[in-house]
């Protein structure tokens, strides 16, 4: 009989006690102002394939050393570039088949078209069977950073040099970027 | 024979775990054991429940993750914390919460062998699988994960708040067997569901190729159906006390109806030894009101933009590849809101347990009584399971029902379900003259930390119930 008294009694007080006192404990819920988002993020940029008919002109067939094109990367503008990009790994990859150097200068532009930063180098003169690579990495972070979130437009900027009208070659190239943010 | 029981429960143990709540089931003097089975045997004539207070029941978990291990207090890194539990939860791992109130219940016996039980409850149910794979890719990103696929069918959720009116007869076929089924007719407050959706996000290296990589989004077919919510939506301005108040001014009568059974049995063996078995809300919603679905479908791959070094004149603009890319990406990816009607199942509930009866208790010296004798002691053995979008959820309940006297009567019950494999459950259920109350709290271990436990259920209640022998 005790120990039915025992149950009667004690169990529910301990069960209720229990409930009752239940809490949180060893946590500190203040940490969620503390939690961010640090995703990275490998992307494709420009990509391009030339051969001798991008440097003659598609009339008089005359040779024009320098060509370019400009690329507006709107993403560049959104919120969270602007907010959150940290740091940012861009990669650059050429791929010569030109008997003939080529400068290559890739330029980022404000709306206004005022360079923020370039990236600029040559490309050594390749051949049918070798190409010639070059593969470089730019990086921006810490106050440098602000030089890729203020801009918006890339423009692929080459020029061959030596050549005439009768050059024969491929140019490759390749990019992508690494962008690192936190939220 | 003991032997065999004993091998066959552990075994059982073993391979199943799940989510139940079993503490209240074949409690046959609470009229709550027949919302649980309306086949159970029952040892009282009437009852009447408290309006709003006959039960409460609340219960909430977490399969992969505790607020310990996000928020511990141990000076360690929050982030790294977080991408710990990221690790380690799976797209199986799910968090459930779920809300029942009984605003009306009422009963009585009907002729010699019926026992009509109706009423009103008031439901909310949530369950959502971990999205790990979106939320890997928004937290991580794809750096790390080339070549691998994120998977959208990781988004999978249901969600709904709902009233509940039922109609049950539990009817006494003979000294050994009864059965009892339950009508429902469900009105529908609020809804929003996401399953079966598709798709994938992968980043895959192209060697040969144009550029270093392929995006690709394959296969996307992503789905949001919603009822309930497009007038909330709608109204401007509208604050989430205000639309808590429409919820509950739609409470009684929602603007969705469904219609579902219970059924259920109990089947004495022996004297000592029962079996029985019941399903629970094996009924669908018909969502045809204030209905909104979002779907996100297509896919899409790109290598990134392609200049082409045109001819241009000096004032001549280039071409514009980003708004051409941005066109070809809206054409790939849509997205479209539609007022179609759809259905949904609900959550099917199914119980299955035997019950073994020892210590007769001693009745009452009076010819009039035709009562058998009960046993004080009750050893079960419940197998409960819930129907979810990935497949059903199960858990398993040993307990030991010990009826102390005439009006105290407590159940410890240890359980094993995904939530957790040291689930310890408490009862309690008494009578003053016809007043009854009861509280019932499971895995007890963990309301001594809530912060470690993965799950906690709470039902407590009180009502009149008559014994007229």
């Known amino acids: ?183 | 024979m003991q032997r065999i029981l004993l091998v066959l429960i552990f075994f059982v143990t073993i391979i199943c775990n799940g989510q139940n709540r079993p503490l209240l089931y074949n409690v046959d003097d609470l009229p709550q054991s027949l919302l649980q089975n309306p086949g159970a045997r029952i040892d009282f004539t009437r009852h009447v429940g408290i309006p709003f207070f006959s039960q409460i029941h609340l219960s909430a978990g977490s399969t992969g993750v505790t607020a310990y291990d996000i928020f511990a207090d141990d000076g360690s890194d929050v982030n790294q914390r977080v991408r710990n539990v990221m690790r380690d939860i799976t797209a199986g791992d799910y968090f459930s919460v779920n809300e029942q109130l009984e605003i009306l219940s009422v009963g009585w016996k009907m002729g010699d062998r019926g026992y009509f039980s109706t009423g009103i409850y008031q439901e909310l149910d949530v369950f959502a699988y971990f999205p790990k794979d979106p939320a890997v890719l928004a937290f991580e990103g794809n750096a790390n994960y080339i070549g691998q696929d994120f998977d959208f069918s990781d988004a999978n959720f249901t969600g709904e708040v709902l009233t509940v009116y039922h109609a049950g007869f539990n009817f006494k076929v003979d000294a050994k067997l009864s059965v009892g089924g339950r009508l429902k007719l469900y009105s529908g407050i609020f809804n929003v569901e996401s399953t079966d959706n598709e798709g994938v996000f992968r980043t895959i290296e192209t060697p040969g190729g144009p550029n270093f990589y392929r995006h690709e989004v394959s296969g996307l077919n992503v789905t949001v159906n919603t009822s309930g919510y497009a007038s909330l939506k709608n109204e401007e301005g509208m604050t989430v006390d205000q639309a808590a108040a429409e919820l509950m001014s739609r409470s009684l009568f929602g603007q969705n109806g469904g219609v579902g059974v219970d059924l259920g049995f109990n089947y004495r063996v022996t004297n000592q030894f029962s079996v029985n078995a019941s399903v629970q809300d094996l009924g669908l919603m018909f969502h045809q009101k204030d209905v909104e679905n979002y779907n996100y479908f297509g896919s899409f791959q790109t290598n990134g933009l392609e200049p082409l070094f045109p001819e241009l004149d000096n004032n001549e603009a280039t071409i514009p590849y980003w708004d051409i890319f941005e066109d070809r990406v809206d054409l790939s990816l849509q997205d479209e809101t539609t007022n179609n009607a759809y259905t949904t199942w609900r959550p099917l509930k199914y119980n299955a347990s035997f019950e073994f009866g020892t210590g007769k208790s001693i009745l009452p010296c009076d010819y009039l009584i035709s009562k058998k004798p009960r046993f004080m002691n009750l050893f079960g053995m419940l197998i409960s399971g819930v129907n979810r979008p990935k497949g059903p959820t199960y858990g398993v309940t040993a307990y030991w029902d010990r009826k102390v006297n005439d009006h105290l009567r407590f159940r410890l019950a240890y359980a094993v379900d995904e939530f957790s494999i040291t689930k310890l459950g408490f009862m309690m259920s008494s009578r003053f003259k016809n007043f009854n109350i009861y509280l019932a709290a499971n895995d007890i271990i963990g309301y001594t930390n809530l912060a470690k436990a993965n799950s906690a259920s709470l039902q407590l209640g009180m009502q009149f119930i008559f014994k007229d022998l």
Not at chain 1, 41 to 58: A, C, G, H, I
Not at chain 1, 99 to 115: A, M
């Open chain 1, 1 to 183: 009989m005790s120990h039915l008294r025992i149950i009667k009694l004690v169990l529910p007080v301990i069960i209720s006690g229990l409930l009752l006192t239940s809490c949180f404990k060893d946590v500190d819920f203040g940490q969620s102002e503390d939690i961010s988002l640090e995703p990275d993020l490998e992307v494709d940029l420009l990509f391009y394939q030339l051969n001798e008919t991008d440097f003659l002109d598609s009339e008089t067939n005359a040779f024009t050393p320098v060509i370019r094109d400009t690329v507006r990367l709107e993403f560049l503008d959104d919120d969270y570039i602007q907010d959150g990009l940290m740091y940012a790994a861009l990669r650059f990859k050429h791929e010569n088949k030109f008997p003939y150097e080529i400068n290559s200068n890739i330029k980022f532009l404000r709306e206004n078209g005022r360079g923020e930063f370039n990236v600029a180098y040559t490309i050594p003169p390749g051949s049918e069977f070798s190409s010639a690579v070059v593969d470089t990495t730019h990086i921006l972070e810490g106050n440098n950073i602000v030089n890729l979130r203020r801009s918006i437009q890339m423009v692929v900027e080459l020029e061959i040099v030596g050549a005439n009208q009768s050059l024969q070659g491929e140019l490759e190239f390749m990019s992508k970027g690494l962008f690192r943010f936190e939220f």
